[in-house]
């Protein structure tokens, strides 16, 4: 903003393209970069297409796009096969499930792919339905970007960190058989019309903090080796965490379930903290395993919870006392007998 003798003026910097191929950490990457004052015009004709982003991949190069609008799906099993060389896999995760799967081809992203505050109006999808994976050997970030459709990352296998905190996911977000061997973000993420996590692998530590599941969320059989986070993450249709297993500590303070949601058969091996926990509907512990300190202080069963077979610390009288709503039934039914006593005394 500038001034002239008291008149303002604002600064307008038309909209504009920054491109790069930099090199960074040896690999190539394919930058672009929406800046200055851009109307939603300006953003449909400096649009990209999927099908430059998959030549760029297809290339070996990284992609970072920034502000861009992507039209068009992207198709990650179009990327080409590559012979699997173990000795060349520095994760650990990675090299024991192409043993134990006999994998030999892989399609893999070299470089990173990040996507910050893009909108994606097509799908994303490795479309691997069992056997074979996708390598990424770069980090992924999707901070802040809107899917319109689809995302669909299942059997990939993320080297560094993924980032998809403040995402929207307006409809399926599955990733399904991923291997995370980097930390994985998913704060304040907005997750869709269904979520699969379904036998995932969490290598290192997972935060959904403050996310919010909008359709069913499926983290059946999932495997979270170091801290998981689900503190104040909101699941609005039927949850479940039944085969999961939490070696590190695990965190649904103030978390809210709108609906049933299943720990069966779960093993919790570390401390497990549900502290101000809402359970709206049913919650089912059923065989399900406490191995450390399982803290459940104030926390609200609308339902009876089932925890056949199990322990969970917790007096069941006392946790309903938690409930504001009953606080607030058993406070006017004291004012109500407090009134009739000091009614009778007065007679």
Not at 124 to 132: D, L, Y
Not at 179 to 200: I, V
Not at 207 to 226: C, D, K, P
Not at 277 to 289: I, L, N, Q, S, V
């Amino acid at each position: 903003m500038l001034l002239w003798g008291g008149m303002t003026s604002l600064v307008f910097t038309p909209c504009y393209m920054e491109e790069d191929d930099r090199d960074e950490n040896g690999a190539l990457v394919w930058t672009r970069h929406l800046a200055g004052s851009c109307s939603d015009n300006d953003r449909e004709a400096l649009a990209i297409p999927a099908a430059t982003i998959l030549t760029v991949l297809q290339s070996g190069r990284g992609v970072d796009l920034e502000g861009v609008i992507v039209t068009g799906d992207l198709q990650l099993d179009q990327l080409a096969f590559e012979t699997v060389v173990l000795d060349r896999i520095p994760s650990s995760l990675a090299k024991r499930a192409f043993i134990r799967e006999k994998v030999e081809a892989i399609r893999v992203i070299h470089g990173p792919l990040r996507m910050r505050n893009v909108q994606v109006r097509g799908i994303i999808t490795t479309n691997i339905m069992s056997r074979g994976y996708l390598l990424i050997k770069g980090p992924v970030d999707m901070s802040g970007t809107s899917f319109d459709r689809s995302v669909d990352f299942s059997r990939s296998i993320f080297l560094d960190t993924v980032n998809f905190s403040e995402a929207a996911i307006r409809h399926e977000g599955f990733f399904i058989h991923a291997l995370f061997d980097a930390e994985a973000n998913f704060e304040k993420t907005a997750f869709g019309t269904h979520s699969r996590f379904h036998q995932a692998i969490f290598g290192h530590p997972v935060t959904f903090t403050r996310a919010g599941f909008n359709g069913l969320a499926e983290f059946l059989e999932v495997t979270f080796q170091q801290e998981a986070g689900f503190s104040r993450t909101r699941f609005t249709q039927g949850t479940g965490f039944s085969g999961s297993w939490f070696q590190g500590i695990l965190d649904f303070s103030e978390a809210t379930f709108d609906r049933d949601v299943f720990f069966r058969f779960a093993a919790f091996d570390n401390d497990a903290y549900f502290r101000r926990t809402r359970f709206h509907g049913e919650a089912d512990f059923t065989e399900a395993t406490f191995h450390g300190k399982s803290d459940f202080t104030k926390v609200v069963f609308d339902v009876p919870p089932h925890i056949t077979g199990i322990e969970i610390p917790y007096n069941s009288a006392l946790v309903g006392l938690q409930d504001p709503r009953i606080q607030a039934g058993l406070f006017a039914l004291l004012a109500v007998f407090l009134a009739l006593v000091l009614f009778l005394r007065k007679k």
